[in-house]
């Protein structure tokens, strides 16, 4: 956004005043689709996924009937032993839900949300730090998350998340 501005802010000689340059400067269109371009954020290679732009938003949802829910999952290492997946809240209502995995810990964890057995939504490896988002919908039901990675699992990376 402050680089939209500053290559903008280039009044100067553009005004019918400038009589000596008036001539030259009137042939150059202000609009030139470099400029455009330079307004344009570079997109990080970093995020796989570019659906969520708009994040950060206070409930940019325009339908107030059934905002999507939202769920935090936060893994981290306790111990060499002792891994945990920390869920923001245990149960969620069905339908679209914004699932977001936070990597508090010091090793790469993935995220994968199990129902009945089967893998209904999966996150990618996040290395330590990281954060990754998706909306998912949600079925009525229990939902098991963990990290697949390693034994990370049965070292108690898993949760339970309840859809009703
Ligand atoms: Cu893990």
Redesign the pocket.
Known sequence: MLACVAGVAAPAGSGASATATATAKSKCKHRHPHHRKRCRKKVSSESPSGAGAGGGGAGGSTDPASPPGRLLAT?REISPTQ?QLQLSRPSLSAGPAIVEQHNAGE????LILEQAGFVAFSFDTLDPGGNARQTVTLKRGTYTLY?S??D?RSLG?QATLTVN
């Open positions: 893994e891994l090793d790469p964890h993935n990290c990675l390693l990370h990376m």
